[in-house]
C-alpha cells in the first residue's frame, strides 16, 4: 500500500481511496459486521479447517485503510465460501434500467454506462443511507415486484429504487459475496438494501418492512459495488455465480 493514504488503490479487490468520502468511511466501518455476515451467512461460526469468522475491523492503520483492509476480507471469504460450497449460477436478463437524479421512484433508461460509482447520472437525494461504493447498485427481482402487485401493493418496476430489474434469478439464493456478470460489467452483491419512509406510498398500510430482508428474507433489494464498468442494455444476460 502506498505511504500516501489519502490516495492509493488496489488492483485486487478494486479499492480506491479517492471513492470514499468520510462518511462512506465511517459508515461502512460502522456496518462492518453486518457486510462480514451477508456474506457468510448460513456457515455457522468457523470456516474449514478451523478458520474463525472475523469478530473486529483493526482501524490501528487508520479509517481508511480499516476500510481497503474489510474489502480484502469480504472478497476473501467469498473465495473461500466458494471453494467449501457448491453454488449453482443462475442465469436471468435485465428487464429494465433505472436513473434519477434523486428520489423514487427511478425513470427507465435505455441503457446504462457503469463505473465504479454505479449508473452515469443516476444520484441519491439522500447520502446518510446510501452511496456507498459497496451501494453503486441496486438490484430487484421482477418476479418479487410482481408478487408484491398479487398481494395488492402498489409497486412497479423502479418504485423502490432499483438500477437494474432483472429477470429469471431465483431471488432467494440472493447473498453477499456472489458475482453478477452482464456484459463487460462485473460486480459483486455486498448487502441487502434497508427500506425507507420514502417507498411507503408504494405498500400497504405504509408498511415498508415488507421488503426488509431481517423480516422477509428473500423479497429486500441487493447492493452491489462495481468491480468492472461498461454499458448495460436492457435484454442483457445476468450471470450469477459464487
Not at 28 to 41: F, Q
Amino acid at each position: 500500500m502506498p505511504s500516501n493514504p489519502t490516495a492509493f488503490s488496489c488492483d485486487e479487490c478494486g479499492f480506491s481511496s479517492l471513492r470514499w468520502s468520510d462518511s462512506d468511511v465511517q459508515r461502512t466501518l460502522a456496518h462492518a459486521d453486518d457486510l462480514v455476515g451477508y456474506v457468510t451467512a448460513g456457515l455457522g461460526g468457523e470456516l474449514p479447517g478451523g478458520v474463525a469468522l472475523p469478530s473486529t475491523v483493526d482501524v490501528s492503520g487508520g479509517s481508511l485503510q480499516a476500510v481497503h483492509a474489510l474489502m480484502h476480507q469480504l472478497m476473501e471469504l467469498a473465495h473461500l465460501r466458494r471453494e467449501i460450497e457448491a453454488f449453482e449460477p443462475m442465469t436471468g436478463v435485465i428487464v429494465g434500467l433505472r436513473a434519477s437524479g434523486g428520489g423514487v421512484p427511478k425513470q427507465e433508461i435505455p441503457r446504462a454506462i457503469v463505473g465504479v460509482g454505479g449508473i452515469e447520472g443516476d444520484t441519491q437525494a439522500h447520502r446518510v443511507h446510501h452511496g456507498r461504493p459497496w451501494q453503486a447498485l441496486c438490484l430487484y427481482s421482477v418476479e418479487v415486484i410482481e408478487a408484491l402487485c398479487v398481494e395488492g401493493h402498489p409497486i412497479a418496476p423502479g418504485s423502490v429504487g432499483e438500477n437494474l430489474t432483472i429477470e429469471g434469478v431465483d431471488w432467494t439464493r440472493m447473498r453477499g459475496g456472489l458475482t453478477l456478470e452482464i456484459g463487460d460489467v462485473r460486480c459483486r452483491v455486498s448487502a441487502p438494501a434497508h427500506p425507507c419512509y420514502q417507498l411507503e406510498s408504494f405498500f400497504q398500510g405504509a408498511d415498508v418492512s415488507r421488503i426488509a430482508h431481517s423480516e422477509h428474507p428473500g423479497w429486500s433489494r441487493w447492493y452491489a459495488s462495481v468491480l468492472h464498468g461498461g454499458t448495460i442494455r436492457p435484454g442483457d444476460t445476468v450471470v450469477v455465480t459464487a
